[in-house]
């Protein structure tokens, strides 16, 4: 498992294989969707950095906005998961051909394990979140070996 904690300043999160680059592009979030995907990468719109009122004072002294952070929870699975009290919004397939995610956006990547070929990716938030928050600040990233 692996967790991704920080702001992400483009509000979106890019799931793709690490050997990705860019073609053909990624799949563009859709204001009435959280995620949206192609057969290359998976894109989820997640709590933008800047979508925050707090503050903090810097080394300086000097008040400057505490960017919001999103936590991604990826999982490397060989079967469906249990319920853990979850909502899945997105579940389809990607092609992996390195057997290596790249999950992050244009200022940060982590590469994580997938399946070699073609992965089930299925992204679920807390049961709790409200179906029109579709930028959550937790997401969960399943990834199964996609069935022929």
């Known amino acids: 498992m692996t967790t991704i904690e920080r702001p992400f300043h483009w509000g979106i999160v890019v ?8 073609e053909p592009e990624a ?6 969707r959280m995620v949206a995907a192609n057969d290359f990468a998976v894109t989820i ?5 800047q979508d925050t009122d707090e503050v903090e004072k810097g080394d300086d002294g000097v008040e400057s906005v ?3 952070k999103a936590t991604v929870v990826a999982r490397l ?8 009290g979850r909502r899945q919004v997105f579940s389809g397939v990607i092609t992996v051909p390195s057997g290596r995610l790249s999950i992050g956006d244009a200022d940060e990547e982590s590469i994580v394990t997938a399946h070699q070929g073609s ?5 679920s938030v807390d049961e ?3 179906a029109d928050d579709l930028s959550p600040d937790l997401v969960f990233v399943d990834l199964l070996p ?3």
Do not use: C, T, Y
């Not at 799931?15 to 860019?22: F, L, N, S, Y």
């Not at 799949?27 to 009435?32: Q, T």
């Not at 719109?45 to 950095?49: F, S």
């Not at 992965?119 to 992204?123: F, L, P, S, T």
């Open 77 to 84: 699975l060989d079967s469906s998961p249990p319920d853990e």
């Open 45 to 49: 719109a997640v709590r933008h950095a």
């Open 15 to 22: 799931i793709a294989g690490d050997d990705w680059r860019g």
């Open 146 to 148: 996609a069935l022929p």
């Open 66 to 68: 505490k960017f919001a």
């Open 128 to 130: 709790g979140i409200p």
């Open 27 to 32: 799949p563009a979030i859709d204001p009435d």
């Open 119 to 123: 992965n089930r990716v299925i992204v």
